[in-house]
Structure formats: C-alpha cells, structure tokens
Nanobody
Framework: QVQLVESGGGLVQPGGSLRLSCVAS????????MAWYRQAPGKQREWVAT???????NYADSVKGRFTISRDNAKNTMYLQMNSLKPEDTAIYYC???????WGQGTQVTVSS
C-alpha cells in the first residue's frame, strides 16, 4: 500500500500556470506506474496523464501540449505542470498509483477570472 498526498492546487486566472505535487510514502513508488486524474463538479472522474517507472508519458487529448507529467523517484514525488489553464480545467486533481491502486485525497484547482 502507498499513501499519496497531493499539494499545489489553488485559484488561478485563465492562461495561468500551476504545478501539482504528489508525495508517496513507502518503498514501492519507483515500481509504480503513476497517474493524475481529475473530477469536475457533476462529472465523472477522468484520466489526465500517466508516467511509467521509466518516465514514458501519455496524456489525454484535452491537456496534451499544455500539461507535463514528471516524477522524481529519489524523492518519491510526482508532478503535474499545468500551463495555459482554461476554466474547463477546474476540478479536483487526484494522484493514483497504478501498481497498488491507491488514491490521494485530491487537491482543488480552480481556473477563473
């Protein structure tokens, strides 16, 4: 089991940037495929991006070219750099560990003028 704690959310204007972090406890972080998901009000949770143990990344079409997922295995930390934010990016963002199927508690991102 992995405990995941997200941070970095907040209120930002359209076109702005935020960087989310996800810190994992335990020794299995480097063995896990990690991902970010998000859930907007009244909508189902949706996949945003994935990064493999070796750093191969994949993105949802809605964020491709604007978001960058990365990880630092030495720090047991995953990141999501979000640029050119849009109001439709407003959601709670969740960190997910694929190998152990653990979720973080989420961090709120609000994009509004």
């Amino acid at each position: 089991q992995v405990q995941l704690v997200e941070s970095g959310g907040g209120l930002v204007q359209p076109g702005g940037s935020l960087r989310l972090s996800c810190v994992a406890s335990g020794n299995s972080f480097s063995l896990n495929v990690m991902a970010w998901y998000r859930q907007a009000p009244g909508k189902q949770r949706e996949w945003v991006a994935t990064i493999t143990q070796g750093g191969i990344t994949n993105y949802a079409d809605s964020v491709k070219g604007r978001f960058t997922i990365s990880r630092d295995n030495a720090k047991n930390t995953m990141y999501l750099q979000m640029n050119s934010l849009k109001p439709e990016d407003t959601a709670i963002y969740y960190c997910y560990a694929g190998g152990t199927r653990d979720w973080g508690q989420g961090t709120q991102v609000t994009v509004s003028s």
